[in-house]
């Protein structure tokens, strides 16, 4: 397989451990193992007690399936399978379903391996673009549009990663029931799921629609587990299942069985985990308002509905000028305060990614506003 460098992950190589602040994460600030142990209830800290660090079962711990599936209406064990970590389950599920004179569609700007693993699997990809003059909103109409007897698949992001972008409960359904009606996998990228700035806004997910549909979740960002590396496929297709397991024979075999059971942990005590989850999140929303409110004369955005990050665009007549990549290379030479240009996403210079999921976030955006203020 030949696949294109991933811009992100070279970047956040780069720069992500040797920076004081990173600014434009998108996970949520992670949790103490302490902490996290002292949220077991006594089946699942006896399980820990006596873990042995062997083997575990190439679809996940029983019950930890199980505790994934319930977070979706009517799924049961059975129809989930465990990775380690979103960016697996990806893999597996597009290199098992895709081939060549297959079209997918996939919204845009998001996370590279998205469409990139889908066009090295010989699939031809459009991007669906979403754009900042209507909100970043999902066009489903255009969409619609956009599919053809051969679209196999129609990916979305949503909450989305970077711009916040969330359909509304009307797109949504509109968007299922077209997947539906011509036959296409509507596949429902929701890792930031439980992060809405409104929680009346949380959509069905996309494995509670048709049999063919697939969820795509993980521990690492609404629940703030990144370094568990568990992540899933929940879906009431199990044929397709079988053949992500069976690549899975491949890759990574099954996952570890530490972060099995502390994702176990962190899974029956959700309520308390996703909750600290949106305290911090939204908090953190609440101080990016009164910063974009000020510095209006060098940053512009649409304020996100959903998920971690927002994705503002540079004032170019401001002190922050109009190249991303020049300014944030500027931002973290002088400060030590990293952001994430919107070249890293292929869509243009002139945006930067702001996540709002770390708890040093107040000192992070003191520093980037002084720096502002002194001209950038």
């Known amino acids: 397989m030949r696949i294109a460098d991933f811009a992100l992950e070279r970047y956040f190589a780069r720069w992500e451990f040797a920076v004081e602040h990173v600014l434009c994460g998108s996970d949520v600030e992670g949790w103490r193992m302490a902490e996290l142990l ?16 062997g083997y575990t079962e190439s679809t996940g711990h029983p019950l930890l399936r199980a505790e994934i599936a ?3 209406d009517g799924l049961e064990a059975d129809d989930v399978l465990v990775f380690a970590g979103a960016e697996e389950a990806v893999f597996c599920l597009f290199t098992t379903s895709l081939g060549p004179g297959d079209h997918v569609i996939v919204t845009w700007p998001g996370y590279q ?21 209507d909100g970043w909103a999902l066009d489903v109409d255009r969409l619609q549009r956009a599919i053809r007897p051969t679209t196999r698949m129609v990916v979305v992001n949503a909450p989305h990663n970077p711009t916040g972008m969330l359909p509304t409960q009307a797109e949504w359904q509109d968007l299922a029931t077209t997947c539906a009606e011509a036959g296409v996998r509507l596949v429902a990228d929701e890792v930031y799921r439980h992060l809405e700035a409104d929680p009346a806004d949380r959509l069905p997910a996309g494995a509670d629609f048709e049999r063919r549909d697939v969820s795509i979740g993980v521990l690492s960002k609404s629940f703030a587990l990144a370094g568990l590396r568990i992540g899933w496929l929940a879906t009431r297709d199990r044929e397709l299942l079988d053949r992500c397991m ?25 309520d308390q985990v996703l909750a600290r989850s949106r305290d911090i999140v939204g908090s953190n929303l609440r101080l990016l308002d009164e910063l974009l409110e000020r510095q209006a004369e060098a940053l512009t955005w649409v304020r996100p509905r959903g998920g971690s990050t927002a994705f503002p665009r540079l004032v170019p007549t401001g002190p922050a000028g109009a190249s991303a990549e020049a300014f944030c290379s500027r931002v973290v030479e002088a400060t030590g305060v990293l952001l ?14 702001l996540g709002f999921g770390r708890v040093d976030m107040p000192e992070a955006l003191g520093k980037l506003e002084a720096f502002l203020d002194a001209g950038g």
């Open 38 to 53: 002292a949220l077991a209830d006594p089946e699942v800290a006896a399980l820990w007690a006596d873990l042995k660090l």
């Open 70 to 72: 319930s977070l979706y």
């Open 113 to 133: 391996s998205l469409y990139e693993v889908a066009r090295a699997a010989g699939a031809d990809v459009s991007l669906h673009a979403l754009l900042e003059h």
């Open 246 to 270: 069976r690549l899975k024979d491949y890759t990574t075999i099954c996952s570890s069985a530490p972060s099995e059971i502390l994702g176990l942990i962190a899974l029956r005590a959700r």
């Open 340 to 353: 994430l240009p919107s070249t890293t996403f292929g869509f243009g210079d002139g945006h930067v990614r």
